[in-house]
């Protein structure tokens, strides 16, 4: 086909910002922010939208105040279900790939082995029980979609994450507590956005008597597991051996009822890449690789 044009939204955030310099590769890019498509707003959608009349719609927006969501659940259902569920409507309208970005929240976290896109979802929050009735929304509504499931996401762009977030208690404090008891496999925006790109791709190359075959659910971390306290540990180090200012001493394991929140997490949210590895070509990078490399570009273009 001829070069598309993509309509990113939540151009601003920490996935928005590096698809933003992989997505041109594709196509014609427009980019929107909150302030040029809100999506809790949706009755807008259909004009704003329509006016710029995409191939590609990669929504990459959501509510993700996973706590203040429990407090906030009209909120979160209106950008993260109904939302979705609208871009599927104009996507249809418009004969247009929907390619739309949910979480390992959607899982209970109950197994010991990594989930795969057959397991089926019970949700646990608010957040995850909007992000999986999102999906659900499109899969109803559009069969021309890619959903990519991911998790533990952290970025040198966009809103503060958990990497900032120790950076900062890092430097201001010999001591911090980190809870030890749940899984998972953090992952960088920039991985994200380059699997994202290699699925649009694959999709835009594909006969069209085999597009079909692309769409669907993936997921997609970066390789390895991790507990936050493994993650923070080794934030520390290597932001030590990048020379991060930091007063850091001490990472103190605890439990997640030492901490309590608002929202449950899950206890285990492992994500297989079994399914988009053939999609990118190799393995995902290893998430320990990923954090060096994210904190050498943060280091760069941070005064510190």
Known sequence: MAMPRILLLGAKGQVGHELQKTLPTIGELVAAGKETVNLAVPEQLHEVILSVQPDIIVNAAAYTAVDRAESDAELAYIVNQKAPTVLAEIAKTLGALLVHISTDYVFDGTHSHPYTESDVPTPQSVYGHSKWQGEEGIRQTWDQHIILRTAWVYGSQGKSNFVKTMLRLGAERPE?????????????????????????????????????????????????????????????????????????????????????????????????????????????????????????????????
Do not use: C
């Open 176 to 304: 911090v507590r980190v809870v030890d008891d749940q899984i998972g496999a953090p992952t960088w925006a920039k991985d994200i956005g380059d699997a994202i790109a290699s699925l649009i791709q694959h999709w835009s190359i594909s006969d069209p008597a085999t597009q079909a075959d692309v769409y669907g659910t993936y997921h997609f971390t970066n390789r390895g597991v991790a507990s936050w306290y493994d993650f923070a540990v080794a934030i520390f180090a290597e932001a030590q051996a990048l020379g991060f200012p930091l007063q850091i001493e001490r990472v103190i394991p605890i439990s997640t009822p030492e901490y309590p929140l608002p929202a449950p997490r899950p206890a285990y949210s492992v994500l297989s890449n079994r399914k988009i590895t053939p999609i990118l070509g190799q393995l995902a990078p290893h998430w320990r690789q990923s954090l060096r490399h994210m904190l050498q570009e943060y280091l760069q273009n941070t005064s510190i």
